[in-house]
């Protein structure tokens, strides 16, 4: 699951198109041999990963990228229960030398207030988790979400979940060889963004995650072991 476009409707559509592509892929798929489903986000899609993870039980495994542990951008709707928005605050953004905006510190806490509303309920998820995070990303606070995330899972008596934190990476871990996305428009916010992350070190943090998430997999949902290297 990609970073949705503003477009991205979720007062409509909420995680049912996803549940239907649950149900499909063992029949349409050979290659799916179930009967877990795994997922894969990064961004606005990470954050849907958690939200399905946490309403449907056919999730064996979940892998997030910086991703919100709160519902962001619009009201999630599944059958009956709402997760609001988080509130945000505008007046929070800064602006860099280059008049490039800086949004890192725009959205609220989902720990005070309304907003704790917005926490997505993973206490709920059947789903192993590993969060890949990268502590330059300034899109949003992903170390801070994913730690949140594995104190409310444990609270529950929960696996803990596997978080892994790359120094100097930003906001899209890609996969290996995508060169840096500095900055770029941000559809919800109407501007362009930095998205954070230093060359080396965010190329680097490319070629360990994908070589982690496919090993987490590979251990969660069986299938052939070893993983696809990379290459060039």
Sequence with gaps: VSSFPGQYDQRKRGIKG????????????????????????????????????????????????????????????????????????????????????????????????????????VERAESAFLFLVGQDDHNWKSEFYANEASKRLQAHGKEKPQIICYPRAGHYIEPPYFPLCRASLHVLVGRPVIWGGEPRAHAMAQVDAWQQLQTFFHKHLGGEKGTIPTKL
């Design 18 to 121: 996803v549940e239907r592509l649950t149900l499909l892929l063992p029949l349409s798929f050979s290659q799916v041999k179930g009967p877990g489903v795994g997922l894969l986000g990064i961004s606005k899609g990470g954050e849907l990963c958690l939200s399905v993870a946490s309403f449907l039980k056919s999730i064996t495994a979940t892998v997030v990228i910086n991703a919100s542990v709160a519902n962001i951008g619009g009201t999630l709707h599944y059958k009956g229960e709402t997760l609001p928005p988080l509130g945000t605050n505008p007046s929070r953004i800064k602006v860099t030398k280059d008049g490039v905006a800086d949004i890192l510190h725009v959205l609220n806490s989902p720990l005070e207030g309304p907003d704790q509303k917005s926490f997505i309920p």
